[in-house]
Antibody
Framework: EVQLVESGGGLVQPGGSLRLSCAAS????????MKWVRQAPGKGLEWVSY????????YYADSVKGRFTISRDNAKNSLYLQMNSLRAEDTAVYYC???????????WGQGTLVTVSS | EIVMTQSPATLSVSPGERATLSCRAS??????LAWYQQKPGQAPRLLIY???TRATGIPARFSGSGSGTEFTLTISSLQSEDLAVYYC??????????FGQGTKLEIK
């Protein structure tokens, strides 16, 4: 059974940093591209970042480019999102998602809430 | 960037009736279109990919159609557990991958 479990969310002040983790199980992690998608309170879904299976290629939404860094450790079956210079508008539930055969997410974690507030 | 527009924003349907949700892309995305269901307090779940292929374990009452710029998700006989927000998502041109704003399905 595919499982994705996020952790690392919490309350952080504007300008602060946070590192999210996603532990994967039930599939060959290194064979799959992965994504982070976020959802602000009461809002829709927004793609944040993407990484290839080997970690050699990454993409970011314009709203987080230069502030967020996606990475993975295939030996630990883990995905990460380093978030720096956080802003109030980054407040959201952050989901990690496995990218299916054509990059559309096919499995999602339950999400971790990040709140940026003073 | 491909803009995805869903309609209506809210749909109210009685149990047993048909629900039809629409999604329009600002330019052709071929058949690279997925639908997700998000129940209150839960993560999204993949329903349909490739515009019309049901994901594993999805009941046959859910069906998808369309290609290019116009897509439809149909729930043939609505059940109470189908209360959710439904999102369309294009993965033809990326980055960025883009979602519609969602259709909230209410049960009458």
């Amino acid at each position: 059974e595919v499982q994705l479990v996020e952790s690392g969310g919490g309350l952080v002040q504007p300008g602060g940093s946070l590192r999210l983790s996603c532990a994967a199980s039930g599939f060959t992690f290194s064979s799959y591209e992965m994504k982070w998608v976020r959802q602000a309170p009461g809002k829709g879904l927004e793609w944040v970042s993407y990484i290839t299976g080997g970690g050699g290629s990454t993409y970011y939404a314009d709203s987080v480019k230069g502030r967020f860094t996606i990475s993975r450790d295939n030996a630990k079956n883990s995905l990460y999102l380093q978030m720096n210079s956080l802003r109030a508008e980054d407040t959201a539930v952050y989901y990690c998602a496995r990218a299916g055969g054509r990059t559309n997410p096919d499995y999602w974690g339950q999400g971790t809430l990040v709140t940026v507030s003073s | 960037e491909i803009v995805m527009t869903q309609s209506p924003a809210t749909l109210s349907v009685s149990p047993g009736e048909r629900a039809t949700l629409s999604c329009r892309a600002s330019q052709s995305v071929s058949s690279n279109l997925a639908w997700y269901q998000q129940k209150p307090g839960q993560a999204p779940r993949l329903l349909i990919y490739g515009a019309s292929t049901r994901a594993t374990g999805i009941p046959a009452r859910f069906s998808g159609s369309g290609s290019g710029t116009e897509f439809t998700l149909t729930i043939s006989s609505l059940q109470s557990e189908d209360l959710a927000v439904y999102y369309c998502h294009q993965y033809n041109y990326w980055p960025p991958w883009t979602f519609g704003q969602g259709t909230k399905l209410e049960i009458k």
